[in-house]
């Protein structure tokens, strides 16, 4: 039988459950694919905190909302994530606020980085899962957004970072799930 993460999600667990036990195969990395304003995201804060909460570390690393952002669309959710990113078990790399001129202090578990530098994700990636995996044997993760990262880089550049975070993720035991958003065809 294959090992499950639930998702957060119960009705999502649902309908994964082909063998009776549903949520995310553990061990893996699962792509979330769609148009745009779907919940993709949404999903993501979900499967996080689904584990924050059951003593399950988190690598989030985001490319579409800066830390405020994130933090802040967290909050509506009635979630103050403070105490994990206090007691360690949140690690958040923020590849977007650089961009919009935010300057933030790098944290013990908050590193800046920068769509526009595909290697310094990897290489704090490598940082983030080490932190983590030692922390816990079992862990989640989350790239959100793959669409991002390519708007800014050349593909081979960004097949390669995400070559390394699914390397990562199963090498140290996490589970992973990375989004991609799908434009939107006109109808001619």
Same mark, same amino acid.
């Given at each position: 039988?294959? *090992? ?7 009705? #999502?667990?649902?309908?994964? @459950?082909?063998?009776? +036990?549903? =949520? ?56 103050? *994530? ?7 078990? #949140?690690?958040?790399?923020? @590849?977007?606020?650089? +961009?919009? =001129? ?87």
């Amino acid at each position: 039988m294959i *090992l499950r993460i639930p998702s957060g999600i119960p009705g #999502l667990d649902v309908l994964a @459950a082909g063998d009776g +036990v549903g =949520g995310i195969p553990e061990n893996t990395v699962t792509l979330v694919y769609g148009p745009p304003k779907v919940g993709k995201s949404i999903f993501c804060y979900q499967f996080m905190y689904n584990g924050l909460l059951q003593g399950e570390p988190c690598l989030y690393i985001t490319a579409d909302y800066g830390i405020k952002q994130f933090q802040q669309n967290t909050r509506d959710f009635g979630w103050e *994530l403070d105490k994990y990113f206090h007691e360690e078990s #949140l690690y958040l790399i923020d @590849a977007i606020s650089s +961009v919009s =001129g935010n300057k933030i202090m790098d944290t013990p578990t908050y590193l800046s980085s920068s769509v526009h530098n595909p290697t310094d994700i990897m290489v704090k990636l490598g940082v983030g899962t080490r932190f983590i995996s030692g922390n816990s044997p079992r862990f989640r993760s989350v790239l959100d957004s793959l669409t991002t990262l390519m708007a800014f880089n050349q593909e081979m550049l960004i097949v390669r970072v995400l070559t390394a975070y699914i390397m990562r993720i199963k090498e140290d035991g996490g589970t992973g799930i990375v989004t991609y958003t799908r434009a939107l065809q006109t109808i001619k």
